[in-house]
């Protein structure tokens, strides 16, 4: 009877979510259809006014330059065929992976020892406090300088974003934990291992989910930007190999506007699809949040 | 319950005696003492229950009987030895519950154990004998937030006990539950001890409880914590709630230490107020008349 009723509102949340993307693509269709019909007569009176506002043009701009739904999807379909798009997702997909990967492997033992020693957090945590203000695209330039490779300094660049957050998470998480959990464990006889391994890791990893899945997003944003000002980088100058964020600069120099919203929508895609996989394997992680 | 028997290792009572033990926290200036001078016994095999005002240093002294943290002055013996840390021979039952919530019911109460490398046949044995003890046997893979106030803190009685700690110290244990789930948690904790008679020391605000399970009362004294009197509990055990309500014996014991303690509340409500003052001394005066 409960999974019945379970599988009917998750069909609802389903049904609505359908909705709210159709309507969405309807308004989008509209407005940008708005030019071809706002040119009848009928809406001059509406076109002055719009003109009184200070717009040149005879259509409302700001909807009705962007390329509809129907041209996007035209125009999809034609890069789908195309291997050059999917090399995109890879080279972008490999990139934010490697970043977010290190991130962890890196943030998550750093911000443990952050929150476990005194020691650790004096001597870590004011560099780290200087260098966290600095957004990851201000490392462009010098990474680009400091790495062998662009490859190497896109990956960098996506490793910072998430690194960051995760290592934040991780400590406010473990720094959290309820005192009285470490007083019983300590008062039942265990060791300083014991406490580290059955109180203070599983008592953060609801915190790291968090930082992760936050990291995951932020990886995205980074990932693109860094491989638009970057020029794509291993294979400068063509599509192949440049990741979705040069493919969508690489739209715009062609003068392809269609592709600009097929590659916009990608990485929107993209990046909802890896956090739905995190947010999947952070239920998977702790099943005793799911409980409540 | 032949079989079970043999599964459970035997319960050694200890006695704590706390002597001259003071607590200060704050620097120079700032210091404020929140135990003075304390001193009483936690006798062995009784259970010693100490009632006071909330806020006078009850959860304090149960840090100090703990080894949480060290007096100021003065010390705490466990058998005449003094204590030095946190020790699984004296075991705290905190305010609210302190069971691991990553952690399944039957993983809880067989922490202690593993953490000390100690899982055998037996203790196995021995925590199934405890789950069922406490009820949980339908709740052994369920997850603290799965179960309802009252099982958790039979969940952490079991968890407790597993360890066999010399005393048992309980920290408000059944604040925040329902009054029904309470009185319950009061004749089945009361069962438990009858049971074995370990030595358990409980910290309560609630004057109908320390009667009901005591037998013996220390009645506490506003910050700074001292003991006001000792109240000795003769009621007969094994206890039930139905007998207790129509007990004249328990009636005046209640009466006795709510007398002390209203003193108590008085004091402190009237501190630094001339007006409250005043009105303390009018309604000891009318109470003394009779």
Not at chain 1, 115 to 141: C, D, N
Request: hydrophobic letters at 45%.
């Amino acid at each position: 009877m409960r999974a019945r009723l379970g599988k009917m509102a998750s069909n609802r949340t389903f049904w609505r979510g359908l909705a709210s993307i159709a309507i969405f693509l309807v308004l989008w269709e509209i407005g940008s259809r708005s030019e071809q019909w706002m040119a009848a007569d009928i809406f001059a009176p509406l076109r002055d006014l719009v003109r009184a506002m200070g717009f040149r043009k005879d259509y409302l701009p700001w909807v009705g330059a962007v390329p509809a739904p129907s041209a996007v999807l035209a125009s999809w379909l034609e890069v789908v065929d195309d291997p050059s798009y999917w090399q995109s997702w890879y080279m972008s997909l490999f990139r934010v992976m490697a970043g977010f990967i290190a991130a962890m492997l890196i943030g998550i033992p750093f911000g443990l020892a952050l929150a476990m020693s005194r020691t650790a957090y004096g001597i870590g945590f004011p560099a780290f406090e200087v260098l966290r203000p600095i957004p990851p695209l201000a490392w462009v330039p010098a990474s680009i300088i400091f790495w062998p490779t662009q490859e190497l300094a896109i990956a960098f660049i996506t490793f910072l974003g998430a690194f960051y957050t995760i290592v934040i998470n991780v400590l406010g998480g473990a720094r959290s934990i309820d005192a009285r959990y470490f007083q019983a464990a300590q008062s039942m006889g265990a060791s300083r291992w014991d406490i580290f391994r059955r109180i203070v890791l599983p008592g953060t990893l609801p915190s790291i989910v968090v930082g992760a899945a936050v990291g995951m997003g932020i990886t995205w944003e980074v990932v693109v930007a860094a491989e638009m000002i970057s020029g794509g980088g291993s294979q400068i100058g063509g599509t192949s190999g440049g990741g979705l964020g040069f493919f969508i600069w690489n739209s715009y120099i062609g003068g392809s506007y269609e592709q600009i919203v097929v590659g916009m929508i990608s990485i929107g895609i993209a990046g909802y699809a890896s956090s739905e996989l995190l947010r999947w394997g952070g239920r998977y992680v702790t099943p005793w949040l799911k409980v409540r | 319950m032949n079989e079970a028997a043999s599964v459970r290792p035997p319960v050694v009572p200890g006695e704590i005696a706390v002597r001259g033990v003071s607590k200060s926290y704050g620097a120079k200036r700032f210091r404020k003492e929140v135990v003075r001078e304390c001193s009483f016994t936690i006798e062995r095999s009784k259970l010693t229950v100490m009632v006071g005002p909330s806020g006078c240093g009850k959860s304090t002294l149960i840090r100090l009987l703990a080894g949480f943290e060290a007096p100021t002055t003065g010390t705490v013996m466990l058998d005449g030895q003094p204590i030095a840390g946190p020790d699984r021979d004296r075991l705290v039952l905190f305010q609210e519950t302190a069971l691991f919530p990553w952690m399944t019911t039957w993983d809880n109460i067989l922490y202690g154990p593993r953490a000390r490398g100690e899982l055998s046949r037996e203790t196995r044995d021995f925590a199934e004998f405890l789950l069922a003890k406490v009820g949980l046997q339908d709740f052994r893979d369920k997850y603290p937030g799965q179960l309802s106030g009252g099982m958790q803190r039979r969940a952490e009685l079991a968890r407790a006990m597993i360890n066999n700690p010399k005393v048992m110290i309980l920290d408000e244990p059944f604040r925040g539950l329902d009054a029904m789930t309470k009185e319950l948690m009061w004749e089945y904790y009361s069962r438990l001890y009858e049971e074995n008679r370990r030595t358990n020391f409980f910290v309560t605000t609630d004057i109908d409880e320390a009667v009901f399970l005591a037998d013996r009362m220390l009645v506490m004294s506003n910050i700074p914590t001292q003991v006001r009197a000792v109240i000795d509990v003769d009621l007969p055990r094994p206890r039930r709630l139905a007998d207790l309500v129509e007990s004249d014996r328990a009636n005046d014991i209640k009466k006795q230490a709510l007398s002390i303690l209203h003193a108590e509340a008085m004091r402190s409500f009237s501190r630094g107020s001339k007006a409250a003052a005043d009105f303390v001394e009018a309604y000891l005066k009318r109470a003394r008349r009779g």
